[in-house]
């Protein structure tokens, strides 16, 4: 099997990787706060592509995965390499399209290297979810009509890039999630009149954008979603099943359990 | 000319329209706390829409216009008369599809009585814009892409019913209004952490839903409207000319220029 290389952002889910491949190599970058598992570890630096493309390749890596949340450290072009020196300017253009443009551009640098770039999702099972009720009671039907009418807002959102996820209560759309997240979005719907409410608590549907490439920003949920999705007040929540993280997996069902949440992955 | 009828909601609009219709009948109900014009009075209340009717008549009203913003006092069923027996389940199932549709329903109502039912924006001139920049500077190159955004995100949108307003900020949709209003989603997108400005503003931009019915729910701006978007940190703020009505018009253009926040009518 051709080596894996975990390129670690911030969150849980770099170690959960290196846990699940403990042959691959486990890759931290200065100025990104990373636990360090027991895999074998190479050091690099946003601003020294070159130098990593080296070390990938002298370690044997064919493959790398971007896991975990982007972080932006302040870069210094005075220590760039050569390699770096010839990438940022796309690299910059690139950025004007948001973090979504940014990670596509960086993928495909690593592709000009040779480089397969693979999603967390095909490297640890379980990560995210098979169809059916994860936690919490059986859903309404107001509720069913709720995720249907959040889905037709995501769908009809989707070539316009805007987000991930949306909230619906009786019919009434009560967010739309934008460049803030979902959490950010749900702390919004908290806030609602209470009779803006109508007889429905509402839920959170919460899916890939159609054709999204789910190597980039792979729509997750964890405990704090849960968290937010009880504050907000909501019955439940939808995932899309098998292209939706499940950060913290046990943590995640059992809080929705103890609430009395619903979740709930559905095929597509 | 036919008579007019003032249905007189929350807000300063029902003493605008009155203004300029000295001869216009206005009705105002229980519970809604208006002040009254010089007109002719009529009192009414939401659970004797016969009575209110046969009132109409008798005072030679042929149109009417449902002015300022909808409030839902409590009704009791044991005060109903004979014709709001008859119209309460319509209005009561039209309620499920929320304000609008419940607007649907009595607009309906009061046609079945023979009324022509009017837009306010029809009855008053200088309630809406005529294309143009109305106050602050001219909008950068980037706020008009932004809001060529914002408007293909409302395009989309659309059919769906959702919102009138969305706020995008160099290519970045931070905002799309849902049903608690511009003013909440301006609070929400106030709290935007700054990194995901990159360069602009950002701009709102406000206008009807494709196909929306401008006797319902018109869109609207204010001062408050332009409080926020400041709040917010916006630079400006595009309305659909002719469609979205300027509340307080001359101070929500000084409040936008003491700001040097832009505000422009665009023509659809």
Same mark, same amino acid.
């Given at each position: 099997?051709? /080596?894996?290389?975990?390129?670690?952002?911030?969150?849980?889910?770099?170690?959960?990787?290196?846990?699940?491949?403990?042959?691959?190599?486990?890759?931290?970058?200065?100025?990104?706060?990373?636990?360090?598992?027991?895999?074998?570890?190479?050091?690099?630096?946003?601003?020294?592509?070159?130098?990593?493309?080296?070390?990938?390749?002298?370690?044997?890596?064919?493959?790398?995965?971007?896991?975990?949340?982007?972080?932006?450290?302040?870069?210094?072009?005075?220590?760039?390499?050569?390699?770096?020196?010839?990438?940022?300017?796309?690299?910059?253009?690139?950025?004007?399209?948001?973090?979504?443009?940014?990670?596509?551009?960086?993928?495909?640098?690593?592709?000009?290297?040779?480089?397969?770039? /693979?999603?967390?999702?095909?490297?640890?099972?379980?990560?995210?979810?098979?169809?059916?009720?994860?936690?919490?009671?059986?859903?309404?039907?107001?509720?069913?009509?709720?995720?249907?009418?959040?889905?037709?807002?995501?769908?009809?959102?989707?070539?316009?890039?805007?987000?991930?996820?949306?909230?619906?209560?009786?019919?009434?759309?009560?967010?739309?999630?934008?460049?803030?997240?979902?959490?950010?979005?749900?702390?919004?719907?908290?806030?609602?009149?209470?009779?803006?409410?109508?007889?429905?608590?509402?839920?959170?549907?919460?899916?890939?954008?159609?054709?999204?490439?789910?190597?980039?920003?792979?729509?997750?949920?964890?405990?704090?979603?849960?968290?937010?999705?009880?504050?907000?007040?909501?019955?439940?929540?939808?995932?899309?099943?098998?292209?939706?993280?499940?950060?913290?997996?046990?943590?995640?069902?059992?809080?929705?359990?103890?609430?009395?949440?619903?979740?709930?992955?559905?095929? /597509?």
């Amino acid at each position: 099997m051709a /080596r894996l290389a975990i390129l670690a952002g911030q969150g849980a889910l770099p170690q959960q990787i290196a846990a699940a491949h403990p042959d691959a190599l486990f890759v931290h970058f200065e100025g990104i706060e990373v636990a360090r598992p027991a895999n074998q570890t190479l050091s690099a630096s946003y601003e020294r592509f070159g130098e990593m493309f080296d070390g990938l390749q002298r370690a044997g890596v064919a493959e790398v995965v971007f896991a975990g949340g982007l972080a932006r450290p302040a870069l210094n072009p005075a220590n760039f390499d050569a390699k770096m020196i010839q990438l940022a300017p796309g690299f910059m253009a690139a950025m004007q399209g948001g973090d979504d443009g940014l990670l596509r551009a960086v993928i495909a640098a690593f592709e000009n290297e040779g480089f397969a770039v /693979r999603g967390a999702h095909e490297l640890v099972s379980g990560l995210t979810a098979q169809p059916g009720l994860l936690a919490g009671p059986d859903p309404t039907e107001i509720d069913l009509k709720d995720a249907a009418r959040a889905r037709a807002i995501l769908a009809a959102l989707g070539p316009l890039d805007v987000g991930q996820g949306a909230v619906v209560a009786d019919g009434q759309a009560l967010g739309v999630e934008t460049a803030q997240g979902t959490d950010a979005m749900l702390r919004f719907v908290a806030e609602t009149p209470e009779k803006l409410r109508h007889r429905a608590r509402g839920v959170l549907v919460k899916a890939p954008k159609p054709g999204q490439d789910l190597r980039i920003d792979m729509p997750a949920i964890g405990p704090t979603t849960i968290a937010a999705a009880i504050h907000a007040g909501l019955a439940g929540v939808f995932i899309a099943a098998n292209e939706v993280l499940l950060i913290d997996r046990d943590e995640t069902l059992q809080a929705a359990d103890e609430a009395g949440l619903f979740l709930l992955a559905e095929a /597509r």
